[in-house]
C-alpha cells in the first residue's frame, strides 16, 4: 500500500507540453531536474525571484514562512517552484523550460 507521502503528482510545462512526474517530499524545481527539465533558477531559496512562474492549474506549498511573492502575484498564481511543493498535479507556463542532457552512467 502507497502512504500519502509516497504519492507521485505530474507536472504539466507549457508550451513544451511536456509532462514530468512529481515526487511530494521534493520541490518543483527539484522534480523538474530530476526528469532532466531545467527550469529558470538561481538561488534557490524563493528570494531572486528567477523561477517565478504562473501556475495554472493545481496546488502547492511552501515550507518556508512566506516566499518571495507578494501577497497580489501569490493570489495571481505565481508561484516559485525552487520552494514549492506539489499537493496535487501542477501545471506551469514557464517558455524558458529546457531539456537537459544526461550523461550516461560511467
Known amino acids: 500500500m502507497t502512504s500519502d507521502s509516497d504519492r ?11 509532462t514530468l512526474p512529481l515526487a511530494r517530499e ?3 524545481l527539484a522534480n523538474a ?12 531559496n524563493g528570494t531572486c525571484r ?16 512566506w516566499p518571495g511573492l507578494s501577497a497580489q ?3 495571481e ?3 516559485l517552484p525552487c520552494v ?7 501545471t506551469l507556463e514557464q517558455p524558458a ?4 542532457v544526461r550523461r550516461p552512467p560511467e
Open 97 to 100: 523550460a529546457q531539456r537537459t
Open 33 to 44: 531536474l530530476a526528469a532532466g527539465v531545467s527550469l529558470p533558477s538561481s538561488c534557490r
Open 8 to 18: 507521485r503528482f505530474t507536472l504539466r510545462l507549457l508550451p513544451s507540453e511536456w
Open 26 to 28: 521534493a520541490t518543483i
Open 50 to 65: 528567477t523561477c517565478m512562474c504562473m501556475k495554472l492549474e493545481g496546488d502547492v506549498t511552501y515550507r518556508i514562512e
Open 77 to 79: 498564481g505565481y508561484v
Open 84 to 90: 514549492a511543493y506539489p499537493l496535487s498535479d501542477v
Open 73 to 75: 502575484e501569490k493570489a
